[in-house]
């Protein structure tokens, strides 16, 4: 009964027209691949790739990393010398937390950002190195058991290359959000000087901060892409796959954040134990769009190299 079901609809006028239309579009970046190819191909990285239990993996390491690593910049930020930099950072940090979450999450921002704590910064530093490093290991370990890639990586080279890796990320973020806080202060500047509509500024600055958070996001998940392949001969500053993840990592954070605060209801059911499992379902949405970019890029560049032996054996 199933499979007669399944056969009608992919017969039916509607599906058949859709996918022809679907192989007709070609995407830039994924080497002349039609949206039809990458649909299928998508479809059996999840057959073929333990995606489950390879996203859960990097979850569980990341939420044992990302407490560590924001304890760290949230207590560097009070040694800042920037009148009104906390409460610009304190007011940032709230429009990206839902609103189940900020009656647990809020008190304790406040006295980390507002108050300098020597004791805090010093272990939480230690710990940020060791725990970080654990989760760019666990990512890379997954990227390099994809079911496209045959040469495997030492393990001793590449918690190397994660802890390089981590104080990459570790910098790039610090960096962008004092980009984003920057940006903000210099619309405010220009607002007070040139005497803009309210409305500009806001829309100015939304732009540069979801401007800044899309491209550290692409050169981040670049980095992961290059240094999860063993196989990969030159570095990328991008590719069709980061970008795509960036994409849809920012549109299903913001929806995803949507749904937590205006249907989600976990913390009824749950409490304070609510904020947890919405964060550990986030976490396990985006390590998925994590992997897919992945294999779309690995994807693309075998491709790509399968390409350039055709052209090479055609000249010889």
């Known amino acids: 009964m199933g499979n007669k079901l399944l056969h009608r609809i992919k017969e039916s006028t509607i599906i058949k027209t859709l996918i022809h239309l679907f192989k007709q579009v070609k995407p830039p970046g994924f080497e002349g691949m039609n949206l039809h190819e990458l649909i299928l191909f998508v479809a059996g990285s999840f057959k073929k790739g333990n995606f489950s239990i390879r996203s859960a993996a990097i979850s569980f390491n990341l939420i044992l990393s ?21 409460m610009q950072v304190l007011s940032e940090i709230a429009l990206f937390i839902p609103e189940n979450m900020t009656e647990l999450l809020l008190p304790t921002l406040e006295d980390l950002i507002l108050k300098k704590h020597y004791v805090v910064l010093s272990v939480g530093f230690i710990l940020t190195i060791y725990y970080a490093s654990n989760s760019i290991n666990t990512i890379l370990m997954s990227f390099n058991s994809s079911f496209q890639i045959e040469l495997k990586r030492h393990p001793v080279k590449q918690r190397i290359i994660a802890l390089g890796v981590s104080l990459i990320w570790a910098v790039f973020s610090i960096g962008a959000f004092i980009l984003i806080i920057l940006g903000e202060q210099l619309v405010t500047i220009l607002q007070e000087g040139l005497s803009l509509n309210e409305s500009i500024t806001y829309f100015a600055g939304h732009s540069i901060k979801w401007f800044i958070v899309f491209f550290m996001l692409i050169f981040g998940i670049s980095i992961l892409y290059n240094f999860g392949n063993p196989e990969t001969k030159k570095f990328k500053f991008t590719s069709a796959g980061a970008s795509l993840a960036a994409i849809v990592i920012i549109l299903a954070s913001i929806g995803f954040m949507q749904y937590a605060t205006h249907f989600g209801s976990y913390n009824e059911l749950y409490g304070s134990l609510g904020s947890l499992i919405v964060l550990l379902l986030w976490l396990n949405l985006c390590s998925r769009i994590l992997l897919v970019g992945f294999e779309l890029t690995t994807k693309v560049d075998i491709k790509k190299e399968s390409q350039r032996l055709e052209v090479s054996t055609e000249k010889n």
């Open 66 to 86: 990302i407490f560590p690593l924001l304890l760290v910049i949230l207590a560097l930020i009070p040694y800042i010398p920037l009148d009104g930099f906390q």
